[in-house]
């Protein structure tokens, strides 16, 4: 017996085993209540509401500024409204990580079948 | 096989889980152990890494193994770790010696088990971890560079070292 296969097999015999017999259920029951807690966030990417919310305001400030300085300007119908078209991009950006979000957490399959089998 | 189990796992299939668990667990658990020298501590980071795991597991493309994933992960798991003990509490991991290799009664008489385990007791953190993926997890050597991040040289070296200096202190033949 060469010394790789002396190392080896005693190693073998005597690695540490987990003292823990319920490590496995632990682990999963940890991992179910991690993803069953992120499905119930309202937005997985907090940042890009935040970015959302923000596109909206500021759109709305700038249609508000734009057609404050068009009565005082009287330049109506002279120029495009670019406030709305960025409301409008605001909006559709939001429409598009909501649903977005709807379809992250939409619940995973896991069968009832499953869910008896891991209790 | 494990592919199937992997697939199943990203469903989150609790059997599937349960299996991937119980396949890898205590090789797991032994790297983290050669590393950490501490029972809880190395149960506790064996599972945070199969919790990182299965929460990432959707994105796994099988191109290294799910063991060498894994294990790169309690590996790393391990090693920030130790840092941070170290760091926190100034903590001597030499402290924890004694519960390493832990082994039965009927081994523990054994003295040549005892001489083996004394010699790997006083190998580093590094080095043990080498060994325990090397002999235990039977990992290539080229697996346990892509597990550690070192050169497929310097563990070839650092191997040839290990054996070298425990077939010195066993009074064991060793050729390379």
């Known amino acids: 017996m060469n010394l790789d296969e002396i190392i080896k ?18 682990v999963i029951k940890i991992h179910s209540d991690r993803i069953r807690n992120s499905n119930l966030k309202p937005f997985h990417n907090f940042g890009e509401l935040i970015v959302g919310l ?15 300085s ?24 939001l429409a598009y990580k909501s649903f977005d979000e709807f379809l992250v957490n939409q619940p995973k399959k896991i069968s009832r079948e499953q869910t008896v089998r891991s209790n | 096989m494990e592919s199937n189990l992997i697939k199943r796992a990203v469903e989150n299939d609790p059997e599937a889980l349960t299996k991937l668990i119980d396949a890898y667990k205590d090789i797991a658990y032994n790297i983290a152990l050669s590393i950490v020298h501490n029972k809880l501590d190395a149960q506790d980071i064996t599972q945070e890494s199969f919790l990182k795991v299965f929460i990432n597991i959707s994105r796994f493309r099988n191109e290294s193994g799910f063991s060498t994933w894994l294990y790169r992960i309690v590996y790393n798991e391990s090693l920030q770790h130790l840092k941070k003990m170290k760091k926190l509490n100034g ?7 004694n519960e390493y290799y832990a082994c039965d009664g009927k081994n523990a008489l054994d003295e040549k088990y005892l001489q083996l385990y004394d010699q790997i007791d006083k ?12 002999y235990l997890a039977e990992k290539s050597m080229k697996e346990i560079s892509s597990i550690t991040g070192m050169s497929l040289a310097n563990i070839k070296v650092h191997l040839h070292r290990i054996r070298k200096r425990i077939a010195q202190n066993l009074n064991f033949t060793y050729e390379s």
């Not at chain 2, 190998?123 to 090397?134: K, P």
Request: net charge negative; charged share 20%; no cysteine.
């Open chain 1, 9 to 26: 097999n005693r190693l073998r015999q005597t690695m540490g085993r987990m003292e823990d017999s319920e490590f496995s259920e632990k």
């Open chain 1, 54 to 68: 923000i596109s909206v305001l500021l759109s709305l400030g700038f249609i508000l500024s734009n057609s404050i």
């Open chain 1, 70 to 93: 068009k009565i005082e300007i009287a330049i109506q119908n002279e120029r495009p409204n670019g406030g709305i078209i960025a409301l409008l991009i605001s909006l559709l950006f």
């Open chain 2, 91 to 97: 903590l001597d991991v030499n402290l924890f010696k």
């Open chain 2, 123 to 134: 190998l580093n953190e590094l080095d043990r971890s080498l060994i325990t993926l090397f």
